[in-house]
């Protein structure tokens, strides 16, 4: 998509979450993963049908600071359960536990 509106899509969503420092790993799990179980619930796939197109473009990002933005999901059409698939969804999804992700502060607060 690449900054491009499709008039085929009959939303492009765009899912910014802020992460901030106040969030431990757990925290970041749960909130990515009710993201995540949304984009393939029933409801939300039975409100997609009722588009004209019956499709959306969507991306998800996070942030903490100007300096700490993060593209999750990259632009991707949803067009049905097999575009939501939560498998495809899941691993985009993992809170990264390496060292210097933004969850990673050695006890500091």
């Known amino acids: ?3 491009q509106l ?3 899509n ?3 969503l765009i899912i910014g979450v802020d992460v901030s420092y106040s969030m431990d790993i757990d925290e970041l799990a749960v909130q990515r993963e009710g993201y995540a179980q949304a984009i393939v619930s ?3 796939l ?4 009722t588009g004209p197109n019956r499709k959306l473009a969507v991306t998800y990002f996070e942030w903490a600071a100007s300096s700490d933005q993060k593209i999750i999901i990259p632009w991707r059409v949803i067009d049905g359960p097999e575009t939501a698939d939560a498998d495809k969804t899941y691993p985009l999804m ?5 060292p210097g992700h933004r969850g990673e502060r050695g006890g500091n607060r």
């Open 1 to 3: 998509m690449r900054g």
């Open 6 to 8: 499709d008039p085929k």
């Open 10 to 12: 009959d939303v492009e």
């Open 42 to 44: 029933k409801e939300f």
């Open 46 to 49: 039975q409100a997609l049908k």
């Open 94 to 98: 993992t809170v990264a536990k390496e």
